[in-house]
């Protein structure tokens, strides 16, 4: 019997029991939807995170009191000193370091006439801001040096701010109130999007010598600087210098670690996909489960296909079928009903993507990659769990095959 032969024997076969092959390929159905669906939210949410990570910079350093992500809470990390304007002065002095800008924030409100708009993140900062990090003014124009030098009252809206205040366009050269000062609105920025569901654009820039003229900028308020390396030096080179040189200015014993971070986007990304690769593992473990009591259900049934099909069996040896012949037809059986497992199993681990991606705030991506794993391990299933049935049908006695009632 030829392979074409054998293929549809095995179709014809399957059709005949429709419900007992749809209820044996419900543990491939499970497994590979699961991989599928659980696949595509890992890569989807890694693509949007990475994308949400290179707004901040991809070659930025960030100096911080505390590590980006989990840290360890310990009294002595909570006990750290905030970085203040001196960490910021010295920074900005190294060769190692192209530019560098203080940020400071507070929460304020916002408004124009009889407009307000509470909670907006108020920004004290300088002049090479949005070139460190990758901010782009849509009208009229940023801070500049001069505003930091004089301490003016004038501010840069973000997008989302400005869109509130001016519903119907514009705001440049106009007058805000924030708190109770009143601010000269000089530009609007681009909209740069959400972070972790954070809004990005609900912010306001001012002269950081403002800032500290409004609100102050004490001990309990942080300085963070944001820096970029010189361009002859690498990013790892111009964070060495500034590690030693803010070690010395904050009086850092030898022997004792940091009292103060250096963070990157390339940092927070490794600990994302250290995190997602433990659900990845967890994501195999459940499929893998799924398909192994899939793949036994298969080798069950296929056993108790070989015992309803003795005579048949020893009919067609008798006619002259090698074991082979009989081998490759239970194969190719087990691997179509596990194909057709593993094809319904994807489309609904396909749609649950889908479905995440457009009805959930989550990211969702399916990949031609998953989809041919989905066909690979459920032909390598078929196979696995269909060669002991298939090798026990070969071996049977043609003349006891045709005894057999």
């Given at each position: 019997?030829?392979?074409?032969?054998?293929?549809?024997?095995?179709?014809?076969?399957?059709?005949?029991?429709?419900?007992?092959?749809?209820?044996?390929?419900?543990?491939?159905?499970?497994?590979?939807?699961?991989?599928?669906?659980?696949?595509?939210?890992?890569?989807?949410?890694?693509?949007?995170?990475?994308?949400?990570?290179?707004?901040?910079?991809?070659?930025?350093?960030s100096i911080n009191r505390f590590e980006w992500g989990v840290h360890d809470g310990s009294e002595d990390y909570r006990k750290r000193k905030p970085l203040t304007l001196l960490e910021y002065e010295t920074v900005k002095a190294l060769p190692g370091v192209d530019a560098a800008s203080p940020t400071v924030y507070t929460q304020r409100e916002i408004r124009f006439r009889n407009i307000h708009m509470g909670a907006v993140v108020v920004c004290g900062t300088d002049e090479v801001y949005p070139a460190i990090e990758n901010w782009t003014v849509a009208a009229g124009r940023f801070i500049t040096e001069d505003d930091v030098r004089s301490a003016r009252q004038v501010v840069v809206l973000g997008s989302e701010v400005a869109e509130n205040l001016f519903p119907g366009g514009g705001g440049v050269n106009q007058e805000v109130r924030i708190d109770s000062y009143l601010y000269d609105v000089v530009?609007?920025?681009?909209?740069?999007?959400?972070?972790?569901?954070?809004?990005?654009?609900?912010?306001?820039?001012?002269?950081?010598?403002?800032?500290?003229?409004h609100w102050g900028i004490s001990a309990?308020?942080?300085?963070?600087?944001?820096?970029?390396?010189?361009?002859?030096?690498?990013?790892?080179?111009?964070?060495?210098?500034?590690?030693?040189?803010?070690?010395?200015?904050?009086?850092?014993?030898?022997?004792?670690?940091?009292?103060?971070?250096?963070?990157?986007?390339?940092?927070?990304?490794?600990?994302?996909?250290?995190?997602?690769?433990?659900?990845?593992?967890?994501?195999?473990?459940?499929?893998?489960?799924?398909?192994?009591?899939?793949?036994?259900?298969?080798?069950?049934?296929?056993?108790?296909?070989?015992t309803e099909r003795t005579r048949e069996i020893g009919i067609r040896k008798a006619i002259g079928a090698r074991r082979i012949d009989i081998i490759r037809q239970f194969l190719i059986e087990a691997v179509i009903l596990c194909l057709l497992g593993g094809a319904i199993g994807i489309a609904l681990g396909c749609g649950l993507g889908v479905a995440v991606d457009r009805l959930t705030p989550l990211a969702a991506r399916v990949s031609v990659a998953s989809i041919i794993l989905g066909f690979g391990v459920s032909t390598i299933v078929g196979v696995v769990f269909g060669l002991w049935p298939a090798v026990r049908a070969a071996r049977l006695d043609p003349v006891d095959s045709l005894r057999y009632e």
């Open positions: 019997m030829g392979v074409r032969q054998a293929l549809w024997v095995a179709i014809d076969t399957l059709r005949a029991h429709k419900m007992r092959a749809m209820l044996t390929a419900l543990g491939v159905i499970i497994g590979v939807a699961a991989v599928i669906g659980l696949m595509s939210l890992v890569s989807g949410i890694r693509d949007s995170v990475s994308k949400q990570f290179s707004s901040l910079g991809a070659e930025m350093i530009g609007i920025l681009e909209p740069k999007g959400s972070i972790f569901g954070q809004s990005q654009d609900k912010i306001v820039n001012v002269p950081y010598t403002t800032f500290s003229k309990r308020r942080d300085v963070n600087i944001s820096a970029l390396a010189a361009p002859d030096r690498t990013m790892q080179e111009a964070m060495d210098e500034i590690r030693v040189a803010l070690r010395r200015v904050r009086k850092v014993p030898e022997n004792a670690p940091d009292d103060f971070a250096l963070n990157t986007s390339d940092r927070l990304i490794q600990q994302f996909n250290q995190i997602t690769q433990g659900f990845f593992m967890v994501m195999i473990l459940v499929g893998g489960m799924a398909l192994l009591v899939g793949g036994i259900g298969i080798m069950n049934i296929m056993l108790v296909s070989v």
